[in-house]
Nanobody, 122 residues
Framework: QLQLVESGGGLVQPGGSLRLSCAASGFTLDYYAIGWFRQAPGKEREGVSCTSNSDGSTYYADSVKGRFTISRDNAKNTVYLQMNSLKPEDTAVYYC???????????????WGQGTQVTVSS
């Protein structure tokens, strides 16, 4: 069975940091583009970040540039999202997704995790 499992979410104060993990089982993340998405209550899902498997390029939504960093640890078959300087508007369920293509697509990812809750509040 092919699965992605997110972890690392929780409650943090504004300005704090969290590190989300996306661990794969049943397939090797090396050959996939991996994206992070989030969905807040009453809002549409939005792309946050992505890392390509073709040249290692990374992409970030304007709202998180300079604050979030995506990275891979191929030995652990895991992708991370380091989130710094968190804001209340970052509150959402965060999902990771894998795509068999070499680049980061806008949609149509093949595999999705179950999500992890991130709450930023004082």
């Amino acid at each position: 069975q092919l699965q992605l499992v997110e972890s690392g979410g929780g409650l943090v104060q504004p300005g704090g940091s969290l590190r989300l993990s996306c661990a794969a089982s049943g397939f090797t993340l090396d050959y996939y583009a991996i994206g992070w998405f989030r969905q807040a209550p009453g809002k549409e899902r939005e792309g946050v970040s992505c890392t390509s498997n073709s040249d290692g390029s990374t992409y970030y939504a304007d709202s998180v540039k300079g604050r979030f960093t995506i990275s891979r640890d191929n030995a652990k078959n895991t992708v991370y999202l380091q989130m710094n300087s968190l804001k209340p508007e970052d509150t959402a369920v965060y999902y990771c997704a894998a795509d068999t293509g070499s680049s980061c697509p806008d949609e149509g990812y093949d595999y999705w995790g179950q999500g992890t809750q991130v709450t930023v509040s004082s």
